[in-house]
């Protein structure tokens, strides 16, 4: 019986460490780039930093938690930002893990970011 609770307890403590936070990626402040933004989103979803995802995530039913399984990007190539007022597109080029299939590694993609009441860039759209 006690084994039994020990084998079950590290399963959670290992799951609990799985599912934290790998760093802490510092928000973008209004001073930032929609390009920076993005990188500091695509870092912040690879270091499962959530805190920071969501601050600049702004889409609908995209709040991401310590259990969630996002998709995310290595190898992110910028390919150009396109600005309008207080809207921005920010392509990219990547290797994405997690997306189902419906994209290939080293296709463009992009998001877009429109600045917020808060002065700050946020995803909107992929």
Known sequence: MLVG??????????????SGPRDSIPTPDADATPAQVVRAYVSAVAARDFDTVNAIDARQDSDLGRFSRPMYVTDLELSGTQIVGREAYVRFTADYHHSGGTL???????????RGADGLWHITEP
Do not use: F, I, M, R
Not at 5 to 18: D, K, N, T
């Open 5 to 18: 609770a020990a084998v079950v307890a590290a399963v959670v403590a290992s799951l609990l460490a799985w």
């Open 104 to 114: 290939d590694d080293g296709q463009e993609w992009g998001y877009v970011l429109k």
